[in-house]
């Protein structure tokens, strides 16, 4: 991620801490659309959670890699793992609708997250944030 990348989200994250409930609200909302309404609320409520932990380790990949696998154990949604298509997708979109300073460079800079994110975990997982979990 570039500097300028850092800095918009940084700015962003600094509206939308504020406005956590509501951006919950409108992942919840679009989670409902494609997923079973009542893991709509736990899976919004997880991602703006692990969001607050992982945007402070942008700047440090390694660590952002590492705790982003440890956060991913707690995935509510069991057999599945979030994505960029479904959750990244779904959060900048909330974003988008939540943050009033949300410019293009607002979204590259979310979408740059995103992508680093996945390029850490591609070494663990086929997906981003793949979850194992033992049948029996």
Known sequence: MSPDDLDAVDRSWADLRRRQ???????????RSAHPADLAEPRARWLVAAVAELVGLLPTPSRLGERARQLAATWPVEGTAPTFAVEGRAWMQAGRGVCPSWTDLTEQGWRHAWL???????????SPFVVRRSSG
């Open 21 to 31: 409930e509501e951006l919950v609200a409108r992942l919840e909302l679009t989670f």
């Open 116 to 126: 680093l994110l996945s390029d850490e975990l591609a070494e663990q997982a086929l």
